[in-house]
């Protein structure tokens, strides 16, 4: 989603750069201006303010405002997301068949799926009048915005290689992309916290570890909360429009100069991306890091609430978490640039283990718990950027070792995401159905003493093993500053070579 801008970047500084371009020695036609980098990056936000506000409420909502059973709420997780994730590689595969259009060879998808995917992310946050059927009604609306979803994001994350033939724009234009879909989690998460968050039925919240052992069955969740999801929901319909025509409106898909797409079927698009080691080691070295991310984000919500008893702080203390991720961007493009991509994965995602740890062995105190989200909100910034920011050198380097396969950027985009999708929905699924385990009891002001205990493990040990896992995977993965700038230059001599071509042939 991210990828890098190392060069150039750090020396400048992130604020001059976005008002200060660099010199690039390529052909005029290849740069982009201001209004074109702004506006791609601009139709990055919808996956993040939609993925935020799923990733931290969605779960709180199904149990405490829907008011389904723990193990029911584990299921529309779980497939939910298992569906999302199956449908990545077959949206990748069709889009990278796709013929050109007078739009493009991507935008059509971005275009035509955009106003499904509002009515079905509407749809999601609606409580239906009736009982018997809300599993399903979750369940199919649920998996139906995650296909419509797919439809639009990965030809965007493809699109990234057809804005512009010159890297040096490409990550620049990046940069913007980058900064606006961190913007956009903040926003996701403010609009969602801000107007549902801590409008409860429940007293004064409860900070004696006995009330966390009461059986205590009253609900949580006045019925005007129903409408106050609504109404956030339609807020982010509206920005998600929005964004999606200022894409369209200011965007221009270029095609790939003298080259045709390689066609390839299903099975040989898999065996081409899942045969490439880079990319498998990086896929599965960021698969743990990321799971790990996700346990804690779709979590965090109930643990505030039920472990630590901060029930009208928690929307507040997820806000703090994803602005202090936001004012550290800065930093993180610093780093990358000064000591590179491998360095910066082990400090950035390591900063977060301390944190992780410390929030679960303290004693309950809500300054404490801001102060400990500022700190993780840190690492949470470099677990954004730093697979995306890996990811194009991945493709970059495939190219290099396969001059003669052209087109199928979208696969290792869809791949890659389909792995995430999928560990997410098993994190998701597992962890309700872990809080079935441990007696969570649907609408409840508190719950009992299990369910505190099996919080703290979902957002402590368990991400802290996992993290631990990726790293060492990340290890052995073999592109470091010397290979990608070797790329670089080959790259950049194929697009030469390719151009000389077709001037040749037209003459």
């Known amino acids: ?104 060879r991507m935008m059509p998808w971005i275009l035509f799926s955009t106003p499904f995917a509002m009515l079905t992310y509407f749809l999601i946050w609606y409580v239906p009048p009736f009982e018997q059927g809300k599993v399903v009604w979750y369940l199919i609306f649920y998996c139906l915005f995650q296909s419509m979803q797919t439809c639009f994001h990965v030809p965007y994350s493809a699109l990234t290689m057809f804005i512009s033939n010159d890297q040096k724009e490409r990550d ?52 005007d909360h129903k409408q106050a999801y609504l109404i956030s929901s339609g807020v982010i319909c509206i920005i998600y429009i929005f964004c999606a025509t200022v894409l369209f409106l200011g965007v221009k898909e270029k095609k790939e100069s003298g080259r045709k797409v390689s066609q390839l079927t299903f099975c040989q698009g898999l065996w081409l991306v899942m045969g490439y080691g880079p990319y498998i080691k ?14 804690l984000e779709g979590n965090f919500a109930l643990f505030i609430t039920y472990a630590l008893g901060h029930r009208k702080d928690y929307q507040n203390i997820l806000l703090v978490i994803m602005l202090s991720g936001t004012v550290t961007i800065p930093f993180w493009q610093w780093f990358l640039s000064r000591f590179g991509k491998k360095k910066a994965v082990y400090f950035g995602i390591t900063w977060a283990v301390p944190f992780m740890i410390l929030i679960v062995c303290i004693k309950s105190n809500l300054i404490i718990s801001y102060l400990v989200s500022v700190a993780a909100g840190v690492s949470v910034a470099a677990a954004f950027l730093l697979p995306w920011s890996m990811l194009p050198d991945v493709v970059d380097d495939f190219k290099v070792k396969n001059p003669d396969i052209h087109g199928h950027e979208a696969l290792f985009y869809s791949y890659y995401v389909f792995f995430i999708k999928f560990a997410s929905g098993v994190s998701l699924g597992v962890s309700t159905l872990s809080l079935k385990f441990a007696g969570y009891v649907t609408g409840s002001c508190s719950q009992p003493e299990a369910v505190s205990l099996t919080l703290k493990v979902l957002v ?24 990608r700038q070797g790329n670089r230059k080959l790259l950049q001599e194929m697009d030469s070579d390719s151009e000389t071509s077709v001037l040749g042939s037209s003459v």
């Open 282 to 295: 990086l896929v599965i070295g960021f698969l743990f890091t990321s799971l790990a991310f996700m346990l």
């Open 172 to 223: 620049s234009a990046t940069a913007y992309r980058m900064m606006v879909e961190v913007l956009g989690t903040v926003l996701g998460t403010a609009i969602q916290g801000q107007i549902v968050g801590g409008d409860t039925n429940c007293p004064t919240e409860p900070d004696e570890h006995d009330s966390r052992n009461s059986t205590s069955t009253t609900l949580c969740y006045a019925p």
């Open 1 to 104: 989603m991210w990828p890098l801008f190392a060069e150039g970047f750090g020396r400048k500084g992130y604020y001059s750069f976005l008002i200060c371009e660099e010199a690039a020695p390529n052909d005029q036609r290849n740069r982009l201006s201001v209004w074109n980098k702004l506006c791609y990056a601009i139709g990055g936000a919808p996956y993040q303010i939609t993925g935020s506000a799923l990733g931290f409420f969605l779960q709180i909502f199904l149990l405490d405002v829907a008011q389904l059973d723990p193990f029911h709420a584990s299921i529309i997780l779980f497939v939910g997301r298992a569906w999302d994730a199956v449908t990545d590689p077959t949206v990748g595969f069709l889009v990278s068949r796709s013929r050109w259009t007078r739009i493009g």
């Open 460 to 483: 402590s040990p368990v991400p802290v093993a996992l993290i631990a896992v990726g790293l060492l995977i990340l290890w052995t993965y073999p592109i470091d500053e010397e290979r």
